[in-house]
């Protein structure tokens, strides 16, 4: 079956860049997919961070799209995140995730999902 | 950017019982709502996609209805497996989620 494992550091300080790796299972980078990346903040609601298809092709949260970079890697069929400019506002869980191209373009394989915390 | 109102924030309801969440786009997203379950601990999980389609394997006391501005889970038959956070997801343009109901059991 499709599984997704995020990996990064726990632990980022202030004006720091998170990055974290999703490693794909069981199915294709190069399907017709979209690999996203949602963070929830501790008690918090879901929020949409970004997307990238495996053209290279990518969408941004406009809240975020100046901190944000997504990428792809085929060759190891797996997708990064970067954010730039931390503050401990971006203390989260981060998931990645697979949204599908068509049909609903509903999100429907999660990872586990890797907490981040920004502090010194 | 598309906002999404979901409302209430928060229910408890008794099992057995029938329970109804809404969820209004700030704008027309023609039928691309969906709706995900989160139990605490856990990374959510796809129930209804493209407003009214069930995903596979969920049970079929999960229904949605709705388009363009006004969408509606239900769930009935309330069971105790049911105590978790929904959330509804506009895919219409630049995703974007409710802020999420939690349902209690008591």
Partial sequence: QVQLQESGPGLVKPSGTLSLTCAVSGDSIS??????WVRQSPGKGLEWIGEIYHS????????LKSRVTISIDK?????????????AADTAIYYCARKNYDGGRDVDIWGQGTLVTVSS | DIQMTQSPSSLSASV??????????????????????QRPGKAPKVLIYAA??????????????????????????LQPEDSATYY????????????????EIK
């Fill in chain 2, 88 to 103: 509804c997801q506009q895919s219409y343009t630049t995703p974007s989620f409710g802020g999420g109901t939690k349902v």
């Fill in chain 1, 75 to 87: 060759s190891k069929n797996q997708f990064s995140l970067n954010l730039s400019s931390l503050t």
């Fill in chain 1, 56 to 63: 290279g092709s990518s969408n941004y949260n406009p809240s």
């Fill in chain 2, 52 to 77: 009214s389609s069930l995903q596979s394997g969920v049970p079929s006391r999960f229904s949605g209805t709705g388009s363009g501005t006004d969408f509606t889970l239900t769930i009935s038959d």
């Fill in chain 1, 31 to 36: 399907s017709n997919k979209w690999w996203t």
């Fill in chain 2, 16 to 37: 057995g019982d029938r329970v109804t969440i809404t969820c209004r786009p700030s704008q027309s997203i023609n039928n691309y709502l969906n709706w995900y379950q």
